[in-house]
């Protein structure tokens, strides 16, 4: 026999061929039972995380993104208390990207990742080491998917001048990126002199002047006539 908990959640799953995604009203009331007993949400997120592994392994495709659809609405519903279930939600995502041979599946695990890092606030990563890694992690993996194919020609000449780019756009003292929604001055009229070799105080650069020359890079990056590229 099956707990309340895991009852809830095995109602939620169709049982005809021809169904699809979660039954809406288990769905609701799965929903319902869990934003009354908020502390339920870590039994029922170590069910579907147990229970994701297990379809996933198996080639349950169908099962697994009827999954995927409970989670996004269980995170869209418990915002307030995301905390309490969000590493089985970043340990489902970790184990399903291993596998990106199911488009479909990688484009759902997106889905739930923006409603997942849209409501997270990030408190606990600096807490929990084991959390933050699986997080990292699965950043990473959708970052891989993101470059999984075409030409590398260029790009590995992009990867070598872009991340010094971007890396310059973080304030030293602070750690905080600039914002890259205004024009940098004087984009338009070229590169700016560079900077005197002399140890005169008054020659030294500054933090403003290294940001505005790498949002100038930036901006002569993408605005010229073949940025596409």
Do not use: W
């Amino acid at each position: 026999r099956y707990v309340k908990h895991a009852s809830l959640v095995n109602n939620c799953y169709p049982v005809r061929p021809d169904e699809k995604g979660p039954k809406s009203s288990d769905l609701s009331y799965l929903v319902y039972y869990t934003t009354a007993k908020p502390a339920k949400l870590t039994k029922v997120g170590s069910y579907i995380e147990r229970r994701v592994l297990r379809d996933f392994r198996k080639k349950r495709l169908s099962d697994v993104h009827c999954s995927l659809e409970i989670i996004r609405t269980l995170v869209l519903s418990s915002k307030a208390h995301l905390n309490i279930f969000s590493k089985n939600v970043i340990v489902i995502l970790d184990a399903i990207l291993v596998d990106i041979s199911d488009f479909d599946i990688v484009r759902h695990c997106q889905t739930v990742f923006s409603c997942f890092a849209s409501a997270y606030d990030g408190s606990t990563l600096g807490v929990d080491p084991e959390f933050r890694t699986l997080y990292e992690r699965v950043i990473s993996r959708f970052a891989s998917i993101a470059t999984h194919s075409g030409d590398d020609s260029d790009r590995a000449q992009l990867n070598m001048v872009l991340p010094p780019i971007l890396d310059c756009l973080i304030d030293s003292k602070t750690g905080i990126p600039q914002p890259l929604f205004r024009e940098p001055a004087s984009a338009s009229s070229g590169p700016s002199p560079r900077p005197s070799m002399s140890t005169d105080r008054e020659a030294l650069v500054t933090d403003r002047d290294v940001i505005d020359e790498a949002l100038r890079c930036l901006h002569t990056l993408f605005c010229s006539p073949n940025g596409g590229y």
